[in-house]
């Protein structure tokens, strides 16, 4: 089992920073994928980016280029989205979630889709004022 817990969410004000932190624990990250989800009200949960793996290679989707940022402390056991530039569109509960599955060779990007992944956090809200 691998368990994640979120924070660093909250109110922000559009065109400013927020990072996220969801610390890790049951599997060392070099043995799991983790990703960034984002749910908005009415709307599916949506993957951005992930960090795959003991090479730590990155899968981003397209909207999140630029702005969105994953990075991980092995040591600490932790996980981090940097957001920049934050717009009121990116106001949504942000979920870190891990996959076994996608730490395979060749599997990594799997990493992206809600359906891959087996383990996840409760969320931690952000919202984005204008």
């Known amino acids: 089992q691998v368990q994640l817990v979120e924070s660093g969410g909250g109110l922000v004000q559009a065109g400013n920073s927020l990072r996220l932190s969801c610390a890790v624990s049951?599997?060392?990250?070099?043995?799991?994928?983790v990703g960034w989800f984002r749910q908005a009200a009415g709307k599916e949960r949506e993957g951005s980016v992930c960090i795959v793996g003991k090479d730590g290679i990155i899968y981003e989707e397209e909207r999140a280029k630029g702005r969105f940022t994953i990075s991980k402390d092995n040591a600490k056991n932790m996980v981090y989205l940097s957001m920049f530039n934050l717009k009121s569109e990116d106001t949504a509960t942000y979920y870190c979630?891990?996959?076994?599955?996608?730490?395979?060779?060749?599997?990594?990007?799997?990493?992206?889709?809600?359906?891959?992944?087996?383990?996840w956090g409760k969320g931690t809200p952000v919202t984005v004022s204008r």
């Open positions: 979630a891990a996959s076994l599955l996608a730490s395979n060779d060749g599997l990594g990007r799997l990493c992206l889709y809600a359906s891959a992944m087996e383990f």
């Open positions: 049951g599997y060392r990250l070099d043995e799991v994928a």
